[in-house]
């Protein structure tokens, strides 16, 4: 599945934090390589593994939950994928599920979100009907399991493509960093199940599904058109999601528009940065923002996007 000049900026905030401040993130992200990862890129290993890492640095700086996401990155010959991820989940009722958002309830957007007319209702939005699930490093950030250094998922990446590590985006070749972004974070739990099957559980959905609306007050627990991310029940539609249904992309990732780390599609050429709309999502669904300074914030939006993308590819 799925962007950097505002990813590049982030990541010196990282460096900086751990001199300036005790706010700063306690958050560990470490990444196994695997041998097909480096044989499969080659002379170009050290890079991407750079990269790999300087892009999960963006998330150890921006969140300060004390806990230790382990990622096996591996890679395929050829470029039968961009990127893409395998997470551990776990099952969760949705009463627990919502008390444990409740009881890490710390930012704004997490007190209007398990509110009086946030989007995390009370009731079960399925009826009971449905089956819920956390990642499994979601389910550390909030305190469902116990932190530990077991392999939380994989992120997988195409070797065969061109890509760019480090610096402005070459044209022809993809922001690595960005992929690597948008792979970390569903491992993270930044993914929607849109009712799917896990395993012998039909009409099953994460947390991102329950701020999927398409109105006020209407959710859309589903993969189709027309729904965005909305922390207040709908009444306010921040970002629209990917048309699954139609494009056959992952239901919870951006739909096209603005370079962005989470959306479902990439072109080359291009800078694709993690958003402040993007760290609100990790925020809600259960992960703990660092208090940045204002000036940071402003920082997060002022990635500029090439636009000169030639080739769009679907992430995984």
Known sequence: MRRRSVLRVLVLTAFLCAFASNACASLVITGTFTSNFNTFFGSNAAAAQAAWNAAAAVFMANFSDNIHINITVDAVSGTSILGQSTTSLIGVSYANMRTLLVTDSKSGDDAIAVGAGGSITSADPTGGAGNWWFARGQAKALGFILD???NDGTTTFGAGFSYTFSGAIAPGTFDFQGVVAHEITEVMGRLGIC?????????SYSVLDDFSYSGAGTKGLGN???N???????????????NAASNGGDCRDWASGA??????FSSSGVSNPISATDLRVMDVIGYDLATPEPATMALIGMGLCLLAGIKKVRRK
């Open 195 to 203: 009712g799917g099957t896990i395993g012998p559980f039909s009409n």
């Open 228 to 242: 965005s991310f909305s922390v207040n029940g709908g009444t306010t539609l921040v970002k629209g999601f990917n």
């Open 259 to 264: 370079n962005d780390a989470f959306n479902a």
């Open 224 to 226: 189709g058109a027309g």
């Open 148 to 150: 530990d250094l077991t």
